[in-house]
């Protein structure tokens, strides 16, 4: 007599969140303002918490991997490691990269949660790493407003997370667009203005 197997239903709030993807630009009047985070999240015992795992073991002169903190001892959730995209070469950028831009991630996080992007029964079980980029020229900028940068971070941190759990851009919109959105710096080295 064959058994019936029962089969529970997976409720869409209840499906696992294995790998999405996101990224945003905002900027403010600086140049050295811009924040351009590109975010995974994933499931911690999926590919992405993997990751986590293999990255922070393995530091890498210039590009320290550190996790998300609103200050030490002061970890958020879901776990967040953030990721450098520039080379780090100086002790002034070291302290903005983990300073300002570190709390502003975290902020951006929280942010998500707080919004329902992130749903809060997840926020144990997910991981999302961060990759960041601080531009470099920050180090030669005079009268740096440190508010302005956390601003820009934390929100492009939060608005690369919307991104990636809401699947946007979509691909009918990305279809529908394509020949209308130009890649800045390629659109630089067409006009003959890239430096």
Known sequence: MAKNKR???V????????LRTGEALVEAEPTWSAAEPEVVIGELDGPVGYAIAGLI???AKGHSKVFAILNSDVQVRPTTLMVSKVTVKSGKYTNILMGTVQAAIAHGVLDSVRAGDIPIRKVNDLGIIVSVWL??????AENVDFNVLFQTNREAT?????????????????L???????HYFHQLAVEGKLE
Do not use: F, Y
Request: hydrophobic letters at 30%; charged letters at 40%.
């Open 7 to 9: 089969k529970d239903k």
């Open 11 to 18: 409720t869409k709030k209840d499906r696992r969140i294995v």
């Open 57 to 59: 073991g393995n530091q």
């Open 135 to 140: 531009d470099p020229s920050i180090l030669e």
């Open 158 to 174: 939060a608005k690369a997370i919307r991104k990636a759990m809401h699947h946007e851009p979509t691909i009918e919109w990305l």
């Open 176 to 182: 529908e667009n394509q020949d209308q959105v130009p």
